[in-house]
C-alpha cells in the first residue's frame, strides 16, 4: 500500500523567510497530493492540492510542487508570517476510490 | 451554518466504559470518516463511509464500532476504554472517496483514566 513519508517534523524559520517542506510517496499510482495546515487546538484544512498532471502550483504565497518521476513532492511557503505557524501535513491517494495517507506532520514555527 | 459538527467536544472516562461521539455533516457530502489523532499528533485513517457503506476498515480493535444512520450522520462508539485509546478523534466529510478535499470536524479530545 501506499506510504508517506515528510520531513522535517520541526522546521523554525525567521520571520519573512522562506519555509520548505518536502514528502515522498511510494506508490507510484498515486495522482492526487493535498496539504492540510492544523493550527493549534484546530481542525486540519486544506491549503493547496496538486493532481498528477500538474508539475506546479500557487494560491499566492504557497506553493505546491511535485516530481511524479523522483515520487516527491514539496510546499513552499514564502514571506512567512506568524500565522503561519502551524503543523501541516501532506498526503497522497494511489486512485479515486482508495484512501488518502497523511504524511506525520510538520511543525512549523515562525520565529519574531 | 457549521459544515462538520461533533458532539462532544470533550470526554474524560474511566478505563472500561462504552462511550459514543457524534458527527453530523450538511454539505450534502457523499462520504464521512472516522480519524484518530495521537499525541504526537500523527492522522490516520480508521473508517470510512460511503452512501452510508462501510468503505474502509483499517486496522482497527473490533472494540470500535461505527455506524451511519444516513448519509449526514457518522457516529462511532467504543466499548470497554482503555488508556491507549485517549486521542483526538476527527470525524470528515467529502464529495467522494479521497479524490476530494476532506472537511473536518472540531475533533473530540477522549482521555481515558
Known amino acids: 500500500g501506499e506510504n508517506v513519508e515528510q520531513h522535517p517534523s520541526t522546521l523554525s524559520v525567521q520571520e519573512g523567510d522562506s519555509a520548505v517542506i518536502k514528502c515522498t510517496y511510494s506508490d507510484s499510482a498515486s495522482n492526487y497530493f493535498p496539504w492540510y495546515k492544523q493550527e493549534l487546538g484546530k481542525r486540519p484544512q486544506l491549503i493547496i492540492d496538486i493532481r498528477s498532471n500538474v508539475g506546479e502550483k500557487k494560491d499566492q504565497r504557497i506553493a505546491v510542487t511535485l516530481n511524479k518521476t523522483a515520487k516527491h513532492f514539496s510546499l513552499h511557503i514564502t514571506e512567512t508570517q506568524p500565522e503561519d505557524s502551524a503543523v501541516y501535513f501532506c498526503?497522497?491517494?494511489?486512485?479515486?476510490?482508495?484512501?488518502?495517507?497523511f504524511g506525520k506532520g510538520t511543525r512549523l514555527h515562525i520565529l519574531p | 451554518d457549521t459544515a462538520v459538527s461533533q458532539t462532544p467536544k470533550y470526554l474524560v472516562t474511566q478505563m472500561g466504559n462504552d462511550k459514543s461521539i457524534k458527527c453530523e455533516q450538511n454539505l450534502g457530502h457523499d462520504t464521512m470518516y472516522w480519524y484518530k489523532q495521537d499525541s504526537k499528533k500523527f492522522l490516520k485513517i480508521m473508517f470510512s463511509y460511503n452512501n452510508k457503506e462501510l468503505i474502509i476498515n483499517e486496522t482497527v480493535p473490533n472494540r470500535f464500532s461505527p455506524k451511519s444512520p444516513d448519509k449526514a450522520h457518522l457516529n462511532l462508539h467504543i466499548n470497554s476504554l482503555e488508556l491507549g485509546d485517549s486521542a483526538v478523534y476527527f470525524c470528515?466529510?467529502?464529495?467522494?472517496?479521497?479524490?476530494?478535499?476532506?472537511?473536518f470536524g472540531p475533533g473530540t479530545r477522549l482521555t481515558v483514566t
Open positions: 498526503a497522497a491517494t494511489p486512485n479515486r476510490d482508495d484512501k488518502i495517507i
Open positions: 470528515a466529510s467529502s464529495l467522494g472517496l479521497a479524490f476530494y478535499e476532506q472537511y
